[in-house]
Antibody, heavy 121, light 108 residues
Framework: EVQLVESGGGLVQPGGSLRLSCTAS????????MSWVRQAPGKGLEWVAN????????FYVDSVKGRFTISRDNAKNTLYLQMSGLRAEDTALYYC??????????????WGPGTLVTVSS | SDELTQPPSVSVSPGQTARITCSGE??????VYWYQQKPGQAPVLVIY???ERPSGIPERFSGSSSGTTVTLTISGVQAEDEADYYC???????????FGIGTKVTVL
């Protein structure tokens, strides 16, 4: 059974930093692109960043470029999101999601339960 | 434009049919994926590549496509289908993920 479990969320002051982790199990982690997707309270879904199977390519939504860094450790089956320069508008539930796409439009087939990040003084 | 347009809400009586549309200029060239999100839960993929249903998803969920609009249809709606539904496709380049605003389905 595919499982994704996020951790590392919490309350942080504006300008602060936080590192999220996502531990994967039940599948060969290194064979999949992985993403972080966030959902602000009462709002819709927003893709944040993704990373290629071997970590060689990374992409970000414009609003987090230069502040967030996605990475992965395939030996530990773990995905990370290092967040710095946090703003109130980064407050959201952050999901880890698996992308099974080989060809065509990228999408997600499994999601973790999410970890909540609150940016507030 | 890579925007996806969904109605904010749809209301339906139990046993009736709910139809949720998703419109976008690029949709004749790109597939759409539908996710169901119940309150307090993570999204679940219910339709992929416009019309395909993942294993474990009830047959009452179906998808169709016509030009710039794709439609998620829930036939014989049940109370447990009350949720937010998001369509998703790629951006203009087809490389990144674009979500619609989500449609709240209310079962009356």
């Amino acid at each position: 059974e595919v499982q994704l479990v996020e951790s590392g969320g919490g309350l942080v002051q504006p300008g602060g930093s936080l590192r999220l982790s996502c531990t994967a199990s039940g599948f060969t982690f290194r064979d999949y692109w992985m993403s972080w997707v966030r959902q602000a309270p009462g709002k819709g879904l927003e893709w944040v960043a993704n990373i290629k199977r071997d970590g060689s390519d990374k992409f970000y939504v414009d609003s987090v470029k230069g502040r967030f860094t996605i990475s992965r450790d395939n030996a530990k089956n773990t995905l990370y999101l290092q967040m710095s320069g946090l703003r109130a508008e980064d407050t959201a539930l952050y999901y880890c999601a698996r992308d099974p796409t080989v060809f065509g439009v990228p999408h997600f087939d499994h999601w973790g339960p999410g970890t909540l990040v609150t940016v507030s003084s | 434009s890579d925007e996806l347009t969904q109605p904010p809400s749809v209301s339906v009586s139990p046993g009736q049919t709910a139809r949720i549309t998703c419109s976008g200029e690029a949709l004749p060239r790109q597939h759409v994926y539908w996710y169901q999100q119940k309150p307090g839960q993570a999204p679940v993929l219910v339709i992929y590549k416009d019309t395909e249903r993942p294993s474990g998803i009830p047959e009452r969920f179906s998808g169709s496509s016509s030009g710039t609009t794709v439609t998620l249809t829930i036939s014989g709606v049940q109370a447990e289908d009350e949720a937010d539904y998001y369509c998703q496709s790629g951006d203009i380049s087809g490389s990144y993920y674009v979500f619609g605003i989500g449609t709240k389905v209310t079962v009356l």
